[in-house]
């Protein structure tokens, strides 16, 4: 009993002197961004505009400013669109299960049980894919694939699945280990996609309109636009704020708002745009209709113009 109690105490203690080393290297970055690239921009990342106001600030030196034109929510310091792309490219970029690539061992005993129970069990995701009514042998384009996890799990579901990961050796390990079809130019597959997925990539992006324009010239006329991400809704912040709040930071620069998916939707020629929170009720994807906005992950459906 004596035992249990000193392992949790330490738990406890090793968490908090963790979460407290990761404090000090926020502020540190923060402050070295805002002493490297001068006055804090607070020019929009996706529209290019001025007008934006203060959410809220993290720890003093950072902020979540909402677009007034576009309605997107961002972080300030911004991040350099090269320093970005270095970061994710080489695999600076670590978030546990998303990134870390298993061991032979690790991986035997995922592919057996088809990522049942695991944090990437992507079986709610391929719920929706086929209550949004695409069929077995629909080709799927997963942009921002990691090390494959979701392009298998797709694939085995019958899909046919493309994976693009801009992180050389998640995509070597997706190709090599999980015989994913990696593509390392999305332009092969320009209009001949059924379906552009990409979960939780959006808000990593230093221009989330790249995302849009991948989407509009890979989809064929018809085909359908899937997007996951943590959910930016103010139904959401005003029901549960402090998880809001800690979705954004120094990995996560952009908070997606649905005002923002509506009208970027829109002007990149997309039609029938709905917007759905977890838990994603098939029902409303399968007529494409909004669903409740007050859950933690954000799902945006909308099919291009043919």
């Not at 320093?83 to 970029?93: G, P, R």
């Not at 129970?117 to 079986?123: A, I, L, N």
């Not at 090390?147 to 699945?161: E, I, K, L, T």
């Not at 989407?215 to 006329?221: F, I």
Request: overall charge positive.
């Amino acid at each position: 009993m004596c035992s249990d109690h000193q392992n949790t105490q330490a738990s406890r203690t090793n968490s908090r002197h963790n979460t407290m080393i990761r404090r000090i290297h926020y502020l540190i970055w923060a402050t070295m961004q805002s002493l490297r690239f001068g006055a804090v921009k607070t020019t929009c990342p996706a529209c290019g505009e001025s007008n934006s106001r203060i959410v809220r600030r993290k720890y003093g030196v950072t902020a979540l400013r909402e677009c007034g034109h576009c309605s997107i929510r961002f972080r300030t310091p911004r991040d350099a669109p090269a320093t970005a792309d270095t970061f994710y490219a080489d695999e600076v970029y670590k978030q546990g299960f998303t990134t870390d690539l298993p061991s032979n061992a690790q991986l035997h005993s995922m592919l057996q049980s088809g990522f049942a129970g695991t944090e990437r069990d992507f079986s709610g995701y391929i719920e929706a894919l086929q209550a949004s009514g695409l069929a077995a042998g629909a080709r799927i384009l997963d942009f921002g694939c990691s090390w494959g996890y979701g392009s298998w799990q797709m694939a085995q579901a019958g899909f046919d699945v493309f994976a693009y990961e801009i992180g050389r050796e998640r995509a070597r390990y997706a190709r090599d280990k999980l015989k994913c079809k990696v593509v390392e130019n999305v332009r092969t597959l320009d209009r001949t996609i059924d379906c552009f997925f990409s979960a939780h990539v959006i808000e990593h992006l230093t221009d989330p309109t790249r995302l849009f324009d991948e989407a509009r010239q890979t989809l064929r006329p018809g085909g359908l636009f899937f997007c996951y991400c943590p959910n930016g809704a103010l139904e959401r912040e005003e029901k549960h704020c402090s998880d809001y709040h800690r979705n954004w930071g120094k990995v996560h620069p952009l908070m997606i708002t649905p005002a923002f998916m509506k009208r970027e939707m829109e002007r990149h020629g997309f039609t029938r745009c709905a917007l759905f929170s977890s838990p994603v009720d098939s029902a409303a994807v399968k007529a494409l209709t909004d669903g409740k906005l007050d859950g933690a992950e954000l799902l945006v459906i909308a099919r291009k113009q043919g």
